[in-house]
Nanobody, 123 residues
Framework: VQLVESGGGLVQAGQSLRLSCAAS????????IGWFRQAPGKEREGVSY????????WYEDSVKGRFSISSDHAKHTVHLQMDNLKPEDTAVYYC?????????????????WGQGTQVTVSS
């Protein structure tokens, strides 16, 4: 299994970015994709998750109403639309995946990880 993120960059506060996570190697199985972020000196935290076939979603409180996660199961691609970005959203964003129909509680339990993409929001 391989995960490849794209779409990070430098934007000003209030602007938008769309991150994509392309997954390969899953074949036709159920799995969940999660977006995580890690800022310098901080612990990795979950941002948003989705089950790619049943489309259950979860959002961390600080991004609710601003971020939207979507999945194209046939294309094995998950997008994270990030609107009204704030400086505190600045971090390296990672996508992760786990087999099954739900997601684990801790980031350490996710099986597969991408290389990360930098998101920087200036004030």
């Amino acid at each position: 299994v391989q995960l490849v993120e794209s779409g990070g960059g430098l934007v000003q506060a209030g602007q938008s970015l769309r991150l994509s996570c392309a997954a390969s190697g899953f074949a036709d199985v159920d799995y969940a994709i999660g977006w995580f972020r890690q800022a310098p000196g901080k612990e990795r935290e979950g941002v948003s998750y989705i089950t790619t076939r049943s489309l259950h979603t979860w959002y961390e409180d600080s991004v609710k109403g601003r971020f939207s996660i979507s999945s194209d199961h046939a294309k094995h691609t998950v997008h994270l639309q990030m609107d009204n970005l704030k400086p505190e959203d600045t971090a390296v964003y990672y996508c992760a995946a786990v087999n099954g129909t739900w997601w684990p509680l801790g980031y350490w339990a996710w099986t597969y990880w991408g290389q990360g993409t930098q998101v920087t929001v200036s004030s």
